[in-house]
């Protein structure tokens, strides 16, 4: 399976991460050619193969329902590029 | 060509914890703006969640109780959008492993019992609050991370009338299990509704629309009512549904297309790496099962087999789970054997009263024994008239004062003793000499006449039967 | 006496003996860093004008050199959260972020009685890198030679090991980042089992993947360092709640009775001969010291890189979303919320954070999914069965820890492919969890440290403890120091 431009530009959007065209002409044949690696996997039986998305055998770690304190709203806001009153302030959402 | 709605409902439920769903900032509502937060629910590089036990054990308990199969193998999984109420850009949910599945919830409609599938019930957490400004979005993470429940419905509802009514059945299931406020007002419990129309009898489903921002049962009820008429009306002028979210503005009553555009949705879902899978056991289960209360349908039956209480009062009753605890009070304390009195007066008065204060009956200052002694004044020492009665539970509920006192205090006890009514009598016949003669020349109103006339001189005290038969008595007789 | 130029444990020892202060170790490290970082750049952000807040502690944030003395200080990567001082993973898309808390491990770390150094150190941008050119403030140079690369990406902790501006460092391994450029720069690099190390409060490149270890100049500050940092932490879900050994303990200089496999798969086309015969020379050491070898077989090892990078990319795209300018970082001046989110993530990422962010995208997105993110961690599964089949008969697995020496500066940054294979020894221990350590043994003609790798099964790092510390006691290659 291979990538290009028109797949690269919609993926780019979803990671809304913005391309330059000469950058977007870059990376699609970068990945297509980092792809074309990658595809070596598909030579490989892995029909009853179970999936690890987890390396170590562990289940149900689960904590108490007990309150613990939260930040202080200076701390919360301490990094804000824009902030207004106890708000974070964000560009309009519906545009 | 007559069209049959097919709709199905999927509702968001905050569960009532203490603390978020992945780390310990209370959940309390209507704190501060962004004073319930930290590093882990802001989602701040490098802090990882942690599952709250409680909520793992309320989420298990409503799969249970909507009849669900609890997987033995359940897992979280990234959901993956942008958006600025959402600070990590995923939410944590789950997608292909859901915590329970294949349930069903009974509901009854014009005496009409019918099932209602539940696809699933997943756990998920959920997202901050954005407040629209003229020129900027303002964020507050407080909501951010608060255990929700999926309740996804199968589109088993065919009017919306019946969503209404799984609705509210639903939330009376969840109140009896105590794991949730069930608040569409705080945002507590939130519905989402999917419909489509086809051709009556058809099997295949249509092009369906998504509503949102319902902010009430009776919203979703409307909403579906006027898409059902704007999709009815597109189909007989052969005009194409646009598969589409749609808007419910309550304030103009009608569905709007929503303005944003997205491109085609893709979250992108994953195991979320940052959290163990779970392995619920059937002791598990077991054990939660255990702690599930008497539910509303079970409660129903009951009541009508130990109260001999008729269906529909009997459903009245039950409906929420604290007029249905208030109610079992006041019966069991009530000792005549016959308990319809005791549900009149909750239906009826002492519904109203809470109807006008907007509360719970359970929340008035009546305990059942007070209401229990009304009621004995009332029925069988008929120390006061009904009337009077629900003078005094006014009166009672403003207070909080025992019925007697109130009776003593403002001297409304019924005048039950045959001397003192005779002499209220002997007056009123002076007084309408016309009434008497009419009375006797068979006039049966004047009868009635005349005992209003004498119940109003001993200012409604007069015990209304003992009056009526000692004035018959006398006019009969002379 | 320089004190920069000691070990961990001999500070501690002299400390013990009220030989020195622990304000004479900040001292003597803060003259060695003044002195040579100007050439190798491990640490970022370092003040303009030294010397005049040397050995204080000045006020959180403010650039300080020093937190406070107290202990034998800990230089940290710069992905692992301090409370008030600037965290950014030299990225621009976290300029200025200073996290409103510590990591576990920086907690851990004070509570031994120890402090955080006061200077962050560099890094490929997001751990994203073999060679820690890909950080926003400039590349780290190899102390034993200015024109080559450290590795990376914990080049920065791994060369201010290597050139004595560091006693001991902290770094983060997702596929090789703390063994790859411990073995380019000489210097003793674990990556503890996944699970071992609470990952709160380490910037997630790859949550399944990255583990906190540690970069020293010998096997025992390693143990020290490990016996730190190490535990059940109730904030990380993934940390396991098991005992922690006494991982000193563990330091006996004998080889006698370990069985050690050897992967065929390890030693073929693509491993610099010079290399090969510098490993080759380590095992017939290890040989003489009574350890067992024998050829075993990894069959899945050429899978490993393609694996990880759809596993890595994917988990990446996904914990990098929260880059967005909302809260905290760099936000472009736009108008619009999606705009906001496009430049922003534009401006603040590099190319290779780009590059990952979008093929793990990719990897995730629909109608590639199963193609390509579920098939990865199938073959994950077959990877983490060829260690499973080999630790039943063996107690350790010993290979080279990179291909090559340290390249130059420059080399493969334009041939991204070229880069992930320099991973290609590393990144198997991460994909099945176990831990690994790369210790040096030998140099190049052009004087380049070459690094062993050793691998053990999960939680058996006191194996790989007893291995190093026996070749350790019968070689000098951990003593060789650089000429700054």
Redesign the interface.
């Known amino acids: 399976m291979g990538i290009d431009k028109k797949t690269v530009e919609g993926v780019a959007h979803l990671a809304r991460i913005e391309l330059e065209p000469k950058e977007l002409e870059k990376l699609s044949h970068q990945l297509e050619h980092i792809l074309a690696f990658i595809d070596k996997l598909s030579v490989l039986n892995t029909d009853n193969v179970p999936p690890t998305s987890h390396i170590l055998p562990l289940n149900n770690v689960l904590r108490k329902d007990e309150t613990k304190p939260s930040l202080s709203i200076e701390k919360t806001l301490a990094n804000a590029p824009a902030k207004q009153g106890n708000f974070f302030v964000v560009p309009k959402v519906i545009e | 060509m007559k069209y049959e709605p097919v709709i199905g409902l999927e509702v968001h439920l905050h569960l009532n914890t203490k603390t978020k769903a992945f780390c310990g900032c209370s959940t309390q509502f209507g704190s501060e703006p962004n004073a319930q937060v930290c590093p882990v629910c802001l989602g701040f590089p490098g802090s990882l969640p942690v599952y709250n036990q409680t909520a793992l054990d309320y989420a298990i308990k409503v799969a249970l109780a909507l009849n669900c199969k609890v997987q033995e193998h359940t897992k979280f999984d990234r959901k993956n959008y942008f958006y600025p109420d959402l600070p990590k850009n995923y939410q944590i949910s789950q997608y292909d492993l859901p915590l329970s599945m294949h349930g069903f919830l009974d509901i009854e409609l014009g005496g009409q019992e019918k099932r209602i599938g539940i696809t699933r019930v997943h756990m998920e957490e959920d997202a901050g609050k954005l407040i629209h400004q003229e020129d900027c979005s303002l964020v507050d993470f407080n909501r951010t991370g608060i255990p929700l429940l999926e309740i996804v419905s199968e589109p088993d509802l065919n009017s919306p009338e019946e969503a209404y009514e799984y609705l509210s059945t639903l939330k009376s299931v969840i109140e009896y299990l105590d794991v949730s406020d069930c608040d569409m007002e705080k945002g507590s419990l939130r519905c989402d509704a999917n419909i489509s129309l086809r051709p009556a009898g058809s099997k295949t489903l249509g092009v369906k629309t998504e509503l949102k921002n319902m902010n009430s049962f009776k919203g979703v009820k409307d909403a579906l009512a006027f898409e059902i008429g704007r999709q009815n009306k597109l189909l007989e002028s052969a005009e194409t549904l646009l598969q589409e979210t749609r808007l419910w503005n309550a304030k103009s009553s009608e569905t709007l297309p929503m303005r944003v555009k997205e491109g085609a949705k893709d979250y992108r879902y994953f195991p979320e790496p940052d959290l163990p899978a779970l392995i619920i056991t059937e002791s598990k289960i077991a054990e939660i099962k255990n702690t599930i209360p008497e539910l509303p349908k079970e409660k129903m039956r009951r009541f009508i087999k130990d109260y001999g209480l008729s269906e529909y009062d009997a459903k009245v009753l039950t409906a929420s789970k604290w007029t249905a605890r208030f109610s079992e009070e006041t019966m069991r304390k009530f000792s005549a054997v016959n308990k319809k009195p005791v549900a009149n007066w909750i239906i009826g008065p002492l519904a109203g009263i809470a109807g006008n204060k907007s509360c719970e009956i359970s929340a008035l200052r009546i305990s059942a024994d007070q209401l229990v002694d009304l009621i004995e004044l009332v029925e069988k020492k008929q120390v006061i008239s009904n009337l009077t009665g629900k003078v005094v539970l006014e009166e009672m509920a403003n207070t909080g004062k025992h019925p007697q006192k109130i009776i003593e205090e403002k001297n409304l006890a019924q005048i039950s003793d045959s001397t003192s009514l005779n002499s209220v009598i002997a007056g009123v016949i002076k007084e309408n000499p016309k009434s008497v003669a009419d009375y006797k020349t068979g006039k049966a109103n004047a009868l009635m006449f005349l005992v209003g006339q004498a119940m109003r001189k001993s200012a409604g005290k007069a015990n209304p039967k003992m009056l009526q038969t000692l004035l018959k008595e006398r006019l009969d007789s002379e | 006496m320089e004190l920069y130029k000691l070990t961990a444990h001999e500070l501690l020892e002299k400390l013990k003996n009220k030989e020195i202060t622990a304000e004479e170790i900040s001292s003597s490290l803060a003259k060695r860093i003044e002195d040579v970082d100007v050439e190798v750049k491990a640490y970022v952000r370092t003040p303009e004008k030294w010397g005049q807040k040397r050995g204080q502690s000045p006020e959180k944030g403010d650039s300080p050199l020093f937190f406070e003395t107290k202990g034998i200080p800990v230089s940290i990567k710069d ?3 301090t409370d008030g001082y600037s ?1 950014e ?1 030299c990225s621009k898309i ?1 300029e ?6 510590n ?1 576990t491990v920086i907690n851990k770390i004070n509570e031994a009685g120890h402090s955080f150094l006061g200077l962050k150190c560099n890094m490929d941008e997001f751990a994203f890198g073999s060679s820690t050119e890909n950080s926003c403030f400039g590349p780290t140079r190899n102390p034993w030679n200015l024109e080559s690369v450290p590795g990376g990406s914990s080049g920065g902790s791994a060369a201010a090991v290597a050139g004595d501006e560091a006693i001991w460092a902290l770094g983060s391994d997702t596929g090789g980042s703390i063994r790859q450029p411990a073995s380019f720069c000489g210097v003793v690099g674990l990556k503890p089992t ?2 071992r190390v609470s ?6 490149f ?3 993947l990255d583990q906190i270890g540690p970069l020293t100049k010998d096997a025992r500050d390693s143990a020290l360092l490990m016996n730190i940092i190490s535990g059940f932490d ?5 940390s ?1 709640n098991i005992p922690v050994p006494d991982y000193t303990k563990d330091l006996i200089n004998d080889a006698k009775g370990l069985k050690i496999g050897i992967p065929k798969e390890y030693f073929v086309e693509g491993l610099d001969p010079e290399v090969k015969s510098i490993v080759e020379e380590a095992i017939d050491k290890l040989k003489g010291l009574g350890a067992q070898f024998k050829e075993v077989s990894l069959p ?1 090892t ?2 490993a ?3 990880y ?2 596993i890595a990319t ?2 990446a ?2 914990n990098l ?11 472009a001046k ?10 922003t ?2 401006l603040g ?1 590099g190319d290779e954070a ?2 990952r ?3 793990g ?2 990897a ?3 109608g ?2 199963d ?12 990877i ?1 069965q060829d260690f499973d089949n080999v630790f039943k008969d063996f107690d350790c697995i010993v290979t080279p820890t990179s291909p090559t020496a340290a390249f130059k500066i420059g080399d493969k940054v334009d041939d ?2 070229k880069m ?1 294979l320099s991973d290609i020894y590393t990144i198997s221990v991460n ?3 176990i831990p690994a350590i790369s210790i040096p043994c030998g140099f190049t003609k052009k004087g380049l440290p070459v690094g062993l790798q050793i691998l053990s099964r ?1 939680f058996n790092e006191s194996a790989l403890f007893r291995l190093a510390y026996t070749y350790e006691q019968n070689t000098e290659w951990h003593k060789m120091k650089p000429k700054l």
């Open positions: 992905n692992i959260c965290t993973c976290l200025g972020f200073k996290p409103p808390y990591a996944y699970g990952r709160y409060g380490l910037i997630a790859a949550s399944s109730p904030l990380d879900s993934t396991i899945h050429e899978y890189v393609p694996v990078y759809i994917a988990e795209s996904s979303a929260r880059f967005d300018g909302v809260q905290y970082g760099l936000r736009t108008q619009g919320l999606i705009d906001m989110y496009k430049k993530r534009q990422f780009k590059r962010i979008i093929l995208t990719f995730l997105s629909h590639y999914y193609a390509y993110y579920l098939r990865a961690l199938k073959v994950r599964t077959l983490k991204p492919l992930y994909l099945a969890g999960h």
